[in-house]
């Protein structure tokens, strides 16, 4: 049986459903906004390309590697961004979250934090992960920051760990969240929503 099986992961505000073509046209929109793909220390496919970036991650899910979610607003019912679990290693019981992009206007309002939740609580109370990784480009000073609100611990950087597509060559910042620091962690991302949705901001 396949440890990684398509599943939504719901929220009052945003659910995760499992990523399909039908989601495109939206997902063309929410990456039209802001023009994120033009973000040189990112992955993040240009309009005419996001038909073949989702076959490709359909591809991988199939495989057993990969379980991609396309991340949808409930109060639009509209899909406004992506996110993955990847990388999975069922027999050590590890996976990474990434992959993750969501639309400029929705950047910096809890969106990520509320999604971060469901994924990890599905990963550590779901699928009895021993660990959860996030990577990300050196330079993405914004990712790294979301990454460490999260509560996630820097692991290492390696050094010219892939070729950009600009030609450069990417210094990858790996960090992780282990199975014993979920219960703290949780308590926290909690505690932090609690305080957004008292009128604080959270970015």
């Not at 440890?3 to 929220?11: C, F």
């Not at 990520?112 to 009895?128: G, P, R, T």
Request: glycine share 6%; net charge positive; proline share 3%.
């Amino acid at each position: 049986m396949t440890w990684l099986r398509p599943v939504t992961l719901s929220s009052p505000h945003y659910n995760l459903v499992p990523l399909a073509q039908s989601h495109h046209d939206d997902l063309v929109e929410a990456v039209n906004d802001g023009e994120l793909w033009k973000l040189w220390y990112t992955s993040i496919p240009e309009p005419r390309a996001l038909g073949a970036d989702i076959e490709k991650r359909l591809q991988l899910q199939a495989g057993g590697t990969m379980l991609p979610f396309a991340v949808i607003q409930n109060s639009t019912g509209k899909a406004v961004g992506m996110t993955t679990y990847l990388h999975a290693d069922a027999t050590n019981r590890r996976l990474e979250i990434g992959a993750t992009w969501y639309r400029r206007s929705l950047q910096r309002t809890g969106l990520n934090s509320q999604c971060k939740v469901l994924l990890l609580s599905h990963a550590f109370e779901s699928l009895d992960c021993i660990a959860v990784e996030f990577r990300t480009h050196f330079f993405n000073h914004q990712s790294r920051r979301a990454i460490e609100r999260l509560g996630a611990k820097l692991d290492g950087i390696l050094r010219c760990h892939q070729i950009a597509s600009n030609g450069t060559l990417r210094d990858t910042c790996v960090y992780s969240i282990l199975a014993t620091e979920w219960p703290v962690v949780k308590a926290n991302l909690t505690w932090q929503m609690g305080r957004a949705r008292d009128g604080e901001t959270m970015s």
